[in-house]
């Protein structure tokens, strides 16, 4: 790009900085743009309700609800968007004088919201300003070190006492927090705590690998501009874009990131920066380069798949990039990255209806890396998921083995599983395993995975946990079902909960969870009193441990053993 598109680019970004509501302009769809505010709502009722109301019987076709304030109802109005300006103006018509649970509902024209990057960036220049005059001697690297490790200058002995004192605290939420949904509990939770000093349930010692240093096996990194001399970079975002920046910061110093995912990233840097195009600005939405996603092996494989918005890019446009990307990369300087699996992604806005144009290429090398792990081969594809601390999760399987104590005669089932690594791990210690996962990608790297491994008391299939658990569920051939839960962070879908719940052969329900706070729902949900809505027994906690995946972070992982109540009681009595 020349000087001169430069700076037109540059006084762009600059005037749409100044303006909360110029993305309202931009051609990519804003659920903002459509919005109506409806008022006269009901004292009780619930969002899926509503929307029922509004898609079914009113058609009126909406793409989004937004409360007022996250979570709250309790002012008697929402907001809802639509996708066109036709669809809102029929929306408004329609509503207005609608009776619905004997309240009458009104519904007019809602101001958009300011984009927070700018607003955030408006309401504290000053104090910016006056920060950054402050924290002269704070370079962005030190910025990216407390952002993403911020325990690196901690001994790793003192960073395992304050989690596992971390994981004691949470525990003793979650038991405080099922006192109080299950009053039915109490006599239970209170011998635990005599047991337990306080807690619920056993918690054993902290868990860690050996390794602390660059153990991430896959690192997603952001393509923008330092923050100093506005240099291309890739590398973590120094705050976030409701914070007022949008700055990337660089990733040479940072203790867990791998050598070699270093040395190829900064070599991409150096096409990227002698490409005619921009990195993407969040801001205003220009721009080609957006991301860049590395994963490693203990064998020394590496993988990136480089994401870019085509804007307005031909078919042709992209395929001339695609084949300088391997040509770089397999004859030019980025040979010495020695990538060995090279993929190009189109990554577009979300449009109308939320659909995605995003695309996956493979440019170059195999279509997937190969990773052990406990004496087994994975092949790892560039969408699935594998625990990033490969030699941690070493550690975080032998402890769910452990926990689940499964015989010859139990069927694991095996609920998110990914490309099958726990299931897999399991296969010489039960009977059979049934494994569930959303990406059939996942789905198609497990069953690859068993059949390299010679496994074959191992099933896979495909699907969201919450629509296929009933079907698996019944082809377990098994008296006896433990289930292990590895859920993204959110945690479980409450279907597959209550689904898990009433399956009486299930007896014991392993839980990893990344977020112990985000999981105190499920967990609580899972010990509630049988009620019509809350079939089968109650499931409790009997021990947990924590495993320490990301060294010099203030995240953990932590794995609780729940088994049925009645169970669990017993065991406590013979403890006792």
Request: with cysteine; net charge positive.
């Amino acid at each position: 790009m020349g000087d001169t598109s430069t700076e037109t680019l540059t006084a762009n970004i600059a005037e749409n900085e100044k303006d909360p509501y110029a993305y309202l302009e931009r051609d990519d769809f804003t659920s903002e743009k459509y919005k109506i505010e409806v008022r006269g709502l009901p004292k009780y009722y619930g969002i899926g309700e509503f929307k029922k109301l509004l898609n079914e019987k009113l058609d009126l076709q909406l793409c989004k609800v937004k409360p007022p304030r996250k979570g709250n109802k309790a002012s008697g109005w929402l907001y809802v968007c639509f996708r066109s300006e036709e669809c809102r103006q029929r929306a408004i018509s329609t509503i207005n004088g609608t009776l619905w649970k004997n309240s009458k509902l009104t519904a007019q024209v809602a101001k958009p919201a300011p984009d927070p990057f700018v607003k955030k960036k408006l309401e504290t220049a000053s104090k910016r300003f006056k920060s950054d005059e402050e924290n002269q001697n704070c370079s962005p690297m030190e910025r990216i070190k407390l952002s993403t490790t911020p325990l690196w200058n901690m001994p790793y002995e003192n960073q395992l006492e304050f989690k596992q004192k971390e994981m004691r605290s949470i525990l003793i939420k979650i038991g405080q927090q099922m006192l109080k949904e299950s009053r039915g509990l109490t006599d239970w939770i209170n011998s635990q705590r005599k047991l337990y000093n306080g807690l619920p349930c056993e918690l054993q010692n902290i868990l860690s690998a050996n390794v602390t240093e660059a153990y991430r096996n896959k690192c997603e990194f952001t393509i923008g501009r330092g923050s100093e001399r506005n240099e291309i970079m890739i590398g973590f975002r120094l705050s976030s874009y409701t914070s007022g920046s949008t700055a990337v910061g660089p990733i040479d110093d940072l203790c867990h990131i791998p050598q070699n995912m270093k040395t190829a990233v900064k070599i991409l840097e150096t096409f990227i920066c002698e490409s005619d195009l921009e990195p993407f600005n969040p801001v205003d939405h220009s721009g080609y380069w957006r991301q860049v996603a590395a994963r490693t092996t203990r064998a020394g494989h590496l993988m990136l798949i480089v994401g870019i918005h085509p804007q307005d890019l031909s078919g042709d446009e992209l395929e001339k990039l695609r084949s300088q990307l391997r040509t770089f990369f397999e004859t030019g300087e980025g040979a010495k990255a020695c990538v060995t699996s090279l993929y190009f992604q189109t990554i577009d806005k979300k449009g109308i209806g939320g659909e995605s144009n995003d695309t996956l290429y493979h440019v170059s090398g195999t279509e997937y890396i190969e990773e052990t792990l406990l004496g087994m081969k994975f092949r790892v594809s560039p969408q699935a998921f594998f625990q990033v601390n490969t030699l941690g999760a070493e550690v975080l399987y032998k402890a769910v083995i452990d926990l689940a104590e499964s015989t010859t005669d139990t069927a694991l089932l095996d609920v998110c599983c990914g490309t099958g690594t726990i299931g897999l791990c399991f296969s010489k210690h039960c009977g059979e395993v049934l494994g569930i996962e959303v990406i059939p990608d996942a789905i198609k790297d497990a069953k690859e995975n068993a059949i390299k491994n010679g496994v074959t008391n191992c099933e896979f299939f495909v699907g969201k946990a919450e629509d296929i658990l009933s079907p698996v569920i019944q082809r377990a051939t098994r008296s006896n079902i433990t289930a292990v839960v590895d859920p993204p962070r959110a945690g479980l879908h409450q279907k597959a909960l209550l689904t898990l719940r009433k399956v009486k052969k299930l007896s014991r329900l392993v839980y990893i969870s990344c977020d112990p706070r985000a999981a105190m729902k499920n967990l609580v949900d899972l010990a509630r009193p049988s009620s019509k809505q809350y079939l089968g027994e109650p499931l409790v906690p009997v021990k947990a441990i924590a495993v320490d995946m990301f060294p010099h972070t203030k995240h953990c992982e932590l794995i609780l053993c729940l088994e049925r109540l009645s169970q669990a009681m017993k065991s406590n009595e013979r403890t006792s």
